[in-house]
T-cell receptor, first 116, second 119 residues
Framework: NAGVMQNPRHLVRRRGQEARLRCSPMKGHSHVYWYRQLPEEGLKFMVYLQKENIIDESGMPKERFSAEFPKEGPSILRIQQVVRGDSAAYFC??????????????FGAGSRLTVL | AQKVTQAQTEISVVEKEDVTLDCVYETRDTTYYLFWYKQPPSGELVFLIR??????QNEISGRYSWNFQKSTSSFNFTITASQVVDSAVYFC????????????????FGTGTQLKVEL
């Protein structure tokens, strides 16, 4: 029973390029969350999605960042025109859903983005 | 607004020593969850414990124990007889209000405590 799968684990981009990070939730989980961890800091919430819906994007930067969780396939976090400040570890987590007994986020191993 | 403070940035201990990691939180919600996660050098986040705001009973799991005190808004984590494999960054986290989002899964993390256990 695979956990939350993220890829790529490491991604290097030059300034101005696009970064796409993928996340496949745990089997049976329909809720996905993205968090960002800047160097020497804790994780910061970015966005919460269900299939085909963005539930809460209050932590997403207003520009260049977008997320989706299509009906089929993994969730995608997309960063356009990356800048050096985007260098961070991006963690995906999934859960069974709101108000469920489980109510525990299972995290992936993270995708580490380096912008040159 | 929710806030989690882990005042200890880094702790170094010698193997077999006991160590306590502090966590203080702020919230206006009456219903919330508290969590501890471990991040070993490999980078993944490992869930350790979840505690809801109505359950102040302390918990012990092997060498790990947690002390939840609502009166001081603290949720401290103690490792007994520490081992080198305990070396990691430990994060305390607080969920948001279940009433607001219907989920309680949006976590506010502290900045983490780096624990180094040496031989």
């Amino acid at each position: 029973n695979a956990g939350v799968m993220q890829n790529p684990r490491h991604l290097v981009r030059r300034r101005g390029q696009e970064a796409r990070l993928r996340c496949s939730p745990m089997k049976g989980h329909s809720h996905v969350y993205w968090y960002r961890q800047l160097p020497e800091e804790g994780l910061k919430f970015m966005v919460y999605l269900q299939k085909e819906n963005i539930i809460d994007e209050s932590g997403m930067p207003k520009e260049r960042f977008s997320a989706e969780f299509p009906k089929e396939g993994p969730s995608i976090l997309r960063i356009q025109q990356v800048v050096r400040g985007d260098s961070a570890a991006y963690f995906c987590a999934s859960s069974l859903g709101p108000n469920s007994g489980a109510n525990v986020l299972t995290f992936g191993a993270g995708s580490r983005l380096t912008v040159l | 607004a929710q806030k989690v403070t882990q005042a200890q940035t880094e702790i170094s201990v010698v193997e077999k020593e006991d160590v306590t990691l502090d966590c203080v939180y702020e919230t206006r919600d009456t219903t919330y969850y508290l969590f501890w996660y471990k991040q070993p050098p490999s980078g993944e986040l490992v869930f350790l414990i979840r505690r809801n705001s109505f359950d102040e009973q302390n918990e012990i799991s092997g060498r790990y124990s947690w002390n939840f005190q609502k009166s001081t808004s603290s949720f401290n984590f103690t490792i007994t007889a520490s081992q080198v494999v305990d070396s990691a960054v430990y994060f305390c986290a607080l969920s948001d209000s279940l009433e607001l989002t219907g989920g309680g899964n949006k976590l506010t993390f502290g900045t983490g405590t780096q624990l180094k256990v040496e031989l």
